[in-house]
DNA sequence: TTGTGATTCGAACGAACGTTCGACTCAGGA
DNA sequence: TCCTGAGTCGAACGTTCGTTCGAATCACAA
């Protein structure tokens, strides 16, 4: 069953989930260039040879990881986003959506979330375009919020890649034992994005802002 | 002058200034593990064995960069944020100093954020113990702004670890010649944390968010 | 000039790396 | 019974790894 080319029909095969899913977890604990083919054969039972019965090289096995990771996630995100119209349900819709499957799977999220320079060549292209899809999904539901005259002038794309940031950035800290599950987390990070920690006071004006800004300046200056 | 104790003084030594700032490049370009002694050695000019004269392992090297890079940032910080009273600009402050540094050091910062996992021993303990400062500064602005009435019931530790988030996630994107320099950039990060995208509208009320939420679950069972 | 400690390096060490290869087992069809 | 192809593995390949060591060079005080 394996040796074929397309990722999808080479999941097919049982025993491949199973040295990807440990596979996965070495690299999320030791980092892909930390990890060695040799700790992957111990942690999946299949010997070191044997691997490359499955797998072409130390590599594929990086791309299949992140590519089967992040077509899931997209799969997903279009089915729940299915009928859904108003820009702010389908912005948290897209933010529970992924924190949902980050915290179900936080070892290939580790390896997502940090292992983003090693894939070369044809594995690298097609991570990249899949994951284009998937910041272009979101940038799309931030323009709808817009025009919906309900967002403010902001940059789109600093925008999305500071929630992107928020989001992945969970990888370091999130401890399921203390801290919130992917409902409570994704409710919290939705409404940050959303509207902020601040209470009740307006936004400030742009010339307020700009105001600000200038005290930081006078700040610096004064610290040397 | 090398072979001292104190990482400062270690750092007195101008060609130790030289080996790190090339191993900061180095481990940015090819992360900790990729990156071999010879390919540091190559960029940094300096003999394979030449090397080992002012630095006892590898694993110093990283340290010395992230131990004086977390040092630097909270030293300025301090120092901005003294005479500064108003929550609200001491946050404004802190985003700009985090922000300020890591453009002006995108190779210490993508080394920071990256290799957090590495390091073992005295070193990891070291780096973790400044770390813990550096958050605890930032956890203790956030309570001032909720004591000033001004910030929302959050969880403290996920908004202020939401906002490292935003920071620390812009080495994987930022690109000088396209995106904001510093000082935009942090204006728009801090308008993002404290007031969120939205527009005038009011920040909705305990009861429509968890209408918001069941709404998700509701998506979410119709999706499968 | 000689001696000394700081600095530099070529050459080598053993270990670990990713990958390959040929032999083996085993189930199922002829 | 024999053959075939899928699956599995031990042993080894050549390369690269982090680190060490002893010798060479250097600046400079005696």
Same mark, same amino acid.
């Given at each position: 069953m394996p040796r074929v080319a397309t990722p999808d029909s080479r999941i097919a095969s049982r025993k491949l989930e199973v040295i990807l899913r440990h596979s996965a977890r070495v690299f999320a604990e030791k980092g892909y260039e930390g990890a060695s083919i040799r700790d992957i054969s111990r942690a999946s039972g299949v010997s070191l040879s044997g691997l490359y019965y499955y797998v072409e090289s130390k590599q594929e096995l990086l791309y299949l990881i992140q590519i089967h990771t992040f077509r899931t996630i997209l799969a997903q995100l279009y089915r729940q986003l299915k #009928? +859904?119209?108003d820009p702010a349900v389908r912005l948290r819709v897209l933010v529970h959506n992924h924190l949902e499957y980050f915290l179900r799977h936080p070892m290939e999220m580790k390896v997502l979330a940090r292992e983003d320079d090693v894939l070369a060549g044809e594995y690298r292209k097609d991570v990249a375009e899949i994951k284009r899809r998937y910041y272009g999904m979101a940038l799309e539901i931030f323009e709808e919020l817009r025009r919906a005259g309900q967002?403010?002038?902001? @940059?789109p794309r600093i925008a999305v890649l500071s929630l992107f940031g928020m989001m992945n950035w969970i990888h370091t800290w999130h401890r399921p034992q203390v801290d919130p599950q992917a409902d409570a987390l994704s409710d919290v990070m939705s409404q940050m994005f959303l509207h #902020?920690? +601040? @209470? #009740?006071h307006r936004v400030e004006s742009q010339k307020t802002s700009r105001a600000g800004r200038s005290t930081l300046k006078v700040a610096a200056r004064a610290a040397g």
């Open positions: #009928g +859904m119209s967002a403010r002038q902001l @940059n #902020g920690v +601040m @209470n #009740g």
